[in-house]
């Protein structure tokens, strides 16, 4: 005779009840728990008997109830709550793109006979569930069967996702819900042949605004304060899209808010959050980034709320500079840059600090650091710190060879993208590597430019540097890495900046380079400013720089234009 046993499951962590518990007696907990152990065909919505037993449990407890199942047909979350408030964390929640749903779906019991609230639909938007199976109930039908209650169904709602058109206009809706439906009706449904026929729609419409395959896709948030103008906030949100299109991205979106002051917790407010946490689920972004700089807990706040990765503009920066290194000593400043950068926040990382993926703020020398204890990451710091002052040492050696020739040095700088490169190639027939790119190099360049003076025939010999370009408000990281690099610029005998006169904003480019200049610890040389790029601009725009530089030089380096009266003025500067 053979004897089978049966063991009743042991409650464990993986039974947990949440939401609001309170005035919940045992056996109501214990019955709560037990829908863990149930199982349900992986082709239905649900069936009759598990809809009548949460409702029968919702009943007795008088509260909504939320189950969360998978596609196999497996309970892996009970609340008591609505969808809102019994929600999967971001964080938890798998993450397939645009054209798949999350492969979950939701069973929520009403107390009242009505359609899902808005709430219940946001959540599902938030967590892209396969679809939202409202219970509604009614006071009325109840009856005790066996010393138990047994719920009553009035009606049943089915909501699910819709997928969005590209571009998103502005009365747009995420979801659709259904007439009021018959509890038998819903049960009869194929859920399967639903979700696949949902989900093909989101794929048609995800091939039709796919980028390629190695780039992120960015929602980019902006904050403006009192303390920015329309103009300036605008012309900083532009900057940033060419950041993130330099560091391989593609902006998707771009959510904009008016605040006096930041948030400290979340920078944006609470509403913009859960807006920004739905444009992720529906547009499939897979990075949000911010147009200032961001704390370790602002990082690990918002990281948690949108579920995927959080980086702030001087983290874009570092990704193009680790991009861009070519040199060992480039490499070098580059990573003591990024540790620099990353050692307040790493408490703010969470579960994000095991980013080894790929990504905008992810490469680099120092992406192999970031799960690496404090202590570690700051001996790090302290070997590159005095490897960055040997390379000071050594080219501060070779400008003093420079110098004891008695040739003068003249330091080529100014805004990122200006055309200093391209500048130095014109004139002195180099091949410097040139892209219309913000940050396309860089290790600073010196070459060797003779000019001739056409009245006497005399040579003059002068040694020209490219510089890393600058940009607003420079990372302070950057600045103090690219030190030995940085002081090109003030050891050289003379400066000349170059101005991007296409650009809308080059006043405030202008501005910007000469407020980093102000800031080096040693007085720089005599400057002479060159407006590059005058074939690209207007007649107007050409005479009001004239008007308030006259002092200026105006080339285009890319034509060739104005470059003998720009080397007849640099032999003036040096004299």
Request: with cysteine; net charge neutral; charged share 25%.
């Amino acid at each position: 005779m053979s004897i089978t046993l049966y063991f009743k499951p042991r409650v464990t962590s993986i039974d947990t009840v949440f939401g609001n518990l309170q005035g919940l007696k045992t056996n109501q907990t214990k019955q709560l728990q037990r829908l863990y152990h149930q199982r349900l065909q992986g082709d239905r919505f649900t069936t009759t008997e598990f809809a009548q037993r949460l409702a029968a449990i919702s009943t007795e407890i008088n509260q909504p109830i939320s189950v969360y199942i998978n596609r196999r047909g497996q309970v892996i979350r009970v609340g008591v709550g609505t969808p809102r408030q019994t929600q999967i964390p971001p964080l938890e929640l798998p993450r397939y793109g645009a054209e798949r749903l999350s492969g979950i779906r939701c069973l929520t019991t009403s107390l009242k006979a009505e359609p899902p609230r808005e709430s219940s639909l946001t959540a599902m938007v938030l967590q892209r569930l396969d679809a939202l199976v409202v219970l509604a109930l009614t006071g009325e039908g109840f009856e005790r069967r066996g010393g138990g209650a047994t719920g009553y169904i009035k009606e049943v709602y089915l909501a699910n996702l819709l997928p969005q058109p590209d571009p998103v206009p502005e009365t747009v809706s995420y979801w659709q819900v259904s007439p009021a439906l018959s509890l038998e009706n819903l049960s009869d449904q194929d859920f399967l042949e639903f979700v696949e026929n949902l989900e093909a729609e989101f794929s048609r419409e995800f091939v039709a605004r796919q980028v390629e395959a190695d780039q992120d896709r960015v929602l980019l948030v902006g904050l403006q304060t009192d303390s920015h103008s329309d103009q300036v906030f605008e012309e900083g949100l532009a900057e940033l899209v060419r950041l993130i299109d330099t560091a391989g991205g593609k902006v998707l979106e771009t959510i904009r808010q008016k605040r006096s002051q930041p948030h400290p917790q979340t920078v944006i407010g609470s509403g913009k959050v859960e807006e920004i946490s739905l444009k992720v689920q529906t547009t499939g972004a897979n990075l949000v980034a911010f147009d200032r700089d961001l704390s370790a807990s602002q990082i690990r706040n918002l990281e948690t709320q949108l579920g995927v990765r959080v980086v702030d503009r001087t983290e874009v920066i570092l990704d193009i500079f680790a991009q861009r290194a070519q040199s060992q000593a480039g490499k070098l400043q580059v990573e003591l840059a990024q540790l620099e950068y990353m050692m307040p926040r790493l408490t703010g990382r969470g579960k994000a600090m095991s980013r080894l993926g790929g990504g905008i703020g992810t490469r680099g020398p120092g992406e192999t650091k970031l799960e690496t204890e404090r202590r570690t990451i700051q001996r790090r710091i302290s070997k590159l710190q005095q490897d960055v002052n040997q390379l000071q040492s050594h080219r501060s050696r070779l400008r003093k060879n420079r110098q004891k020739q008695e040739i003068p040095s003249i330091a080529i700088v100014g805004y990122t993208n200006a055309g200093k490169s391209t500048l130095i190639n014109a004139l002195t027939q180099s091949d410097v590597y040139t892209a219309d790119q913000l940050f396309a190099t860089l290790d600073p360049t010196t070459r060797k430019l003779t000019i001739v003076d056409p009245a006497n025939q005399r040579s003059h010999l002068f040694l020209l540097t490219d510089t890393v370009g600058f940009i607003h408000e420079l990372p302070p990281s950057l600045v103090d890495a690219f030190r030995a690099t940085l002081e090109e610029v003030t050891e050289a005998d003379a400066l000349l900046q170059i101005v991007d006169l296409s650009h809308p904003a080059w006043q405030r480019q202008l501005q910007s380079v000469e407020t980093i200049l102000e800031e080096m610890p040693i007085t720089t040389g005599p400057m002479l400013i060159a407006f590059n790029k005058i074939d690209q601009v207007s007649s107007e725009a050409l005479e009001t720089a004239k008007k308030e530089y006259p002092q200026a030089v105006f080339i285009s380096a890319s034509q060739r234009l104005g470059l003998e009266t720009l080397k007849r003025r640099l032999t003036v500067l040096v004299e």
